[in-house]
């Protein structure tokens, strides 16, 4: 430091020579400064486009393996290698800056005891500390503050680097910059105050000028930027804005789960639900697998509530845990099982990806509707799946047109069928054979809405049970259960205004089928339970044409017509919003038209649902077949 303090005495004796002012000397001192580091400028600008390049790169590398630290780290320590870029130069500028500073506290402080330099500028005394004189000595801080100021908003609005960070990044370090310059120019001389005022005006023009002729926008992808930045902040924002202490209990469950997972080697099979309400779609599938094979099942569900858990205490094959959405994003990437049973769609398009540690894993999609995937999933949700159950050859033959429409790898095509609409035609039966003589005699109406933007519940329900009122009708409304839970003031309005009708009411227990088995007509709009309903009881269906929810915008490029929209005609009558108030009249004609619908959607049913009956015996013999299949292939490879 010695040497440094020799030096730049040096270079201020003969500034202060040239100016015959203590104050200009200062500032021609930092300017020669300005001009004699501008070729690490010049590197740091270049360094910094060189970060911001790598950006998209680097914000998918951390979105592919979310969660993931040491997997992150190690694939941008292999860009920064590759780039050869240094993160920690843009450190070297600022270490240069408290060289300089020290070193020129020390001049001042040299100069100070020279008689013969003269240390008045504009009125200030350059030896003299604020914190010491006050009076007019205390500009010198708030110009210090005002200058750091100055080049914070710069920055942040033009520095390619800086630019790119958080708000919070930038304006905290603005708010920290700000501060330690008003608090150091409190108690250092008004000259060392000088130097800082000047070193930060100058090198906001510096910022320009090098912008000007080292401009990023002639390196950097900012559109590629801001898609990568935007496909990040999806992923940390799931899972909400809760934050969970660490020593919460749900999260300390969840920490022991992802243990517990990992600790088990040569996983065969792994299910995994996003809540409660999915395992219906296992259901027939797992209880085959348990009641026939010695396979254990691992399964995954979000839902700490999930019943799952209680069936698993019952079930030793059965290996349930509790893994949350942002863990789970890691837990996927490391899966190692053979084969991955999912009803979530969108593998790898989003958040949940493939796994990086075994290429073999077999994924597995299972439907969670009869209807067209085409129409209600998003373009490309099921592209990544190795294999797609489907539950009639509709669904089949939509897949197979998609892979030719847009020239993808061919996937495996189970002709699966529907477990659950096995379970509730069996449920419907012997429901049938208990029900009494006098129940059979009521005509019973129930009305489905589903849970989407302008369904029946926003559209048009007072019309529709307005009209039934009074017709001789029992009408059941059972509202999705997310009406109940996120529209409480519009349930409450619809309690309030049928609640005195003995004919009408209003169903929250979502817990029992028995009014699905019930209805002699359902009413509805795009609900999945129509297809449910009608090939369950061969009972038809009012569908109330709202508009349509329509997923996928390209659907029409598949040459499929959607199971949705051609198959209302066939079980049942469509009927416009606008004309609500006809509801009873069309409903009277699907009663009067029983037996002729009976018929043909048992007709339908045969036609477009897989093998009723038995679809569960036949997802779970592929799925053991599958497992046999790989678990041969390592035994082959060991003995070669």
Not at 120 to 126: I, P
Not at 406 to 417: A, D, N, Q, R
Not at 447 to 475: H, T
Request: charged share 25%.
């Amino acid at each position: 430091m010695e040497i440094v303090n020799q030096v730049l005495e040096w270079v201020m004796a003969k500034c202060y020579a040239l100016c015959h002012n203590y104050g200009y000397a200062i500032i021609l001192f930092t300017f020669l400064s300005k001009i004699v580091l501008l070729p690490l400028s010049v590197w740091v600008q270049k360094n910094s486009i060189k970060m911001v390049k790598i950006q998209p790169e680097m914000n998918f590398i951390k979105a592919k393996y979310f969660g993931d630290k040491d997997m992150i780290a190690e694939e941008q320590s292999k860009i920064f290698k590759r780039e050869k870029y240094n993160p920690f130069v843009s450190v070297v500028p600022l270490t240069v800056q408290i060289i300089l500073l020290l070193g020129l506290v020390h001049v001042i402080q040299a100069g100070i005891r020279d008689p013969k330099i003269h240390m008045d500028f504009f009125g200030l005394r350059l030896s003299l500390v604020p914190n010491d004189t006050r009076g007019m000595l205390l500009l010198s801080p708030i110009l210090a503050g005002l200058s750091a100021w100055v080049l914070c908003a710069a920055q942040n609005a033009s520095n390619v680097l800086q630019a790119e960070q958080s708000k919070r990044n930038k304006y905290g370090m603005m708010l920290l910059s700000v501060a330690l310059s008003v608090y150091l120019g409190w108690f250092v001389p008004v000259g060392v105050a000088l130097y800082w005022i000047a070193s930060n005006l100058m090198a906001v023009v510096q910022l320009y000028l090098l912008n000007w002729c080292i401009n990023p926008k002639d390196f950097i992808d900012y559109g590629q930027l801001e898609k990568s930045r935007q496909a990040l902040k999806g992923l940390e924002q799931i899972g909400g804005k809760k934050k969970r202490r660490f020593h919460d209990e749900e999260s300390r469950r969840e920490r022991a789960d992802y243990q517990r997972f990992f600790s088990v080697v040569n996983k065969h099979l792994v299910f995994y639900s996003e809540s409660s309400g999915f395992y219906k779609y296992y259901q027939g599938i797992i209880e085959y697998l348990l009641s026939h094979t010695n396979i254990h099942i691992h399964y995954i569900t979000s839902d700490p509530k999930d019943a799952v858990f209680a069936l698993g205490q019952t079930q030793k094959q059965l290996k349930t845990y509790y893994i949350a959405e942002k863990k789970l994003i890691t837990l996927m990437m490391k899966m190692d099982a053979d084969v991955v049973v999912m009803t979530m769609p969108d593998l790898e398009n989003y958040h949940i990806k493939r796994s990086y540690v075994r290429e073999d894993t077999e994924y597995i999609y299972v439907p969670h509707g009869m209807g067209s995937n085409n129409l209600t999933l998003r373009k490309a949700a099921l592209d990544h799946f190795d294999t797609v159950f489907c539950t009639g050859k509709h669904q089949k033959e939509e897949v197979e047109k998609t892979e030719t429409a847009y020239g993808l790898p061919k996937k495996h095509t189970v002709e699966f069928g529907y477990p659950l609409l096995d379970r509730m035609r069996k449920n419907y039966a012997d429901w049938d054979k208990q029900l009494p003589e006098s129940a059979r005699r009521e005509k019973t109406v129930l009305v489905a809405p589903s849970w989407q933007k302008d369904n029946i519940m926003d559209n048009c329900l007072f019309e529709i049970l307005e009209s039934l009122r009074g017709k001789g009708y029992r009408v059941i409304v059972r509202p999705h259960p997310q009406h109940v839970r996120h529209q409480p003031d519009k349930m409450e309005r619809l309690k309030e205004r049928f609640d005195k009708e003995e004919e009408i009411q209003i169903q929250t227990d979502f817990s029992s089928n028995r009014t699905v088995f019930e209805a002699d007509v359902v009413i509805t709009d795009w609900s999945d339970i129509a297809y449910e309903y009608a090939f369950t009881t061969y009972r038809p269906v009012l569908f109330v044409n709202t508009p349509m929810k329509v997923m996928n915008p390209e659907y029409e490029k598949i040459a499929v017509k959607p199971f949705n929209i051609w198959m209302r005609e066939e079980i049942g009558k469509v009927l416009e919003p606008e004309h609500a108030a006809r509801a009873a009249g069309v409903v009277e004609e699907l009663f009067a038209s029983m037996e002729y619908y009976q018929e043909k959607i048992a007709g339908l049913a045969d036609a477009y649902v897989y093998h009723a009956g038995s679809s569960a015996k036949v997802g779970a013999e592929y799925i053991i077949g599958q497992i046999q299949k790989k678990a041969e292939e390592r035994k082959k490879g060991k003995t070669l």
